[in-house]
Structures are given as structure tokens and as C-alpha cells.
Nanobody
């Protein structure tokens, strides 16, 4: 199996910063795209930032210029640096990874972390 474990969430004042981390473990041959999503109470889960296997990135308009996604392929990890946080950034943040588990099988599947709470106070 594959597990994604997030860390780094917490409570921060508006204008502050947080860095989220997510590491994939288990039977992994390669990790393709990775991303961060968030879900606020009463809202649908939305894409925050996405990074491909060759480091192409894209961001939700609401976080452009404030958030930065990066990855460490040696650690099968992805990070989200969040600056200038706003109360509307409050949500549970989820890590997602597209993982190929076996060298002999080209299929890849999406896996999710358990989520980490980010709360931004005004």
C-alpha cells in the first residue's frame, strides 16, 4: 500500500506563514504529479497547488503569489509554503500523489493523506 502523511498545519494569525509537508511511503516505484487540496466547512474540496514530475507547477488564483509548492523526489515528499495567510485560507489541507507502485506495471493511482487543519485568525 501507499501512505501519505501530512504535517505542519496549525493556528496562525492573518499575515503569517506556515509550511505544510507531505511524505509518501510504502511500495513505491515512482511518484508522478503531487498536489495540495483544501476543503473549508460547507465547501467542496478544491485544488490549491499542483506540481508535475518534472516540476511544472500551477496554482489556484486565490493563492498565486502567496503559496509555493515544491517537491523532493528523493524523499517522495511535497511541500507547501504559505505566506501572507488570510482567514479565507482556513481549511483542512490534503496532500495528493499519483503513484506508480511497481516497475513492471505502468499503472498509477491517486492517493490521499488524512488532512491537516490550517486555521488563520483575523
Amino acid at each position: 500500500q501507499v501512505q501519505l502523511v501530512e504535517s505542519g498545519g496549525g493556528l496562525v494569525q492573518a499575515g503569517g506563514s506556515l509550511t505544510l509537508s507531505c511524505a509518501a511511503s510504502g511500495t513505491i516505484f515512482s511518484v508522478n504529479a503531487m498536489g495540495w487540496y483544501r476543503q473549508a466547512p460547507g465547501k467542496q474540496r478544491e485544488l490549491v497547488a499542483h506540481i508535475t514530475g518534472d516540476d511544472n507547477t500551477n496554482y489556484a488564483d486565490s493563492v498565486k503569489g502567496r503559496f509555493t509548492i515544491s517537491r523532493d523526489n528523493a524523499k517522495n515528499a511535497v511541500y507547501l509554503q504559505m505566506n501572507s495567510l488570510k482567514p479565507e485560507d482556513t481549511a483542512v489541507y490534503y496532500c495528493n500523489a499519483n503513484v506508480r507502485r511497481f516497475w513492471y506495471d505502468g499503472a498509477a493511482n491517486n492517493y490521499w493523506g488524512q488532512g491537516t487543519q490550517v486555521t488563520v485568525s483575523s
